[in-house]
């Protein structure tokens, strides 16, 4: 999706400004955008094999962005 993909980009810029030493910070800070993504996505679809990764709280392998 292009404009969720812009949203990404502008929060990540925004946030490598108000975090430029501090990765894990960034990272944290991203999470309840990327989470919201995921979540969406998931909603629409999800194999079964990654919907059992899912539930099974593999879903930080989704969020490696």
């Known amino acids: 999706n292009p ?9 990540k810029t925004e946030l490598s400004k108000k975090f430029p030493n501090d990765r894990e910070a960034y ?3 991203k999470k309840d955008f990327v989470g919201s993504v995921m979540r969406s996505v998931k909603s629409i679809s999800l194999s079964p094999s990654r919907e059992k990764a899912w539930e099974e709280g593999g879903s930080e392998q989704f969020s490696q962005f």
Not at 4 to 11: D, I, M, P
């Open 27 to 29: 990272t944290k800070a």
């Open 3 to 11: 404009k969720v993909a812009e949203e990404y980009g502008r929060l």
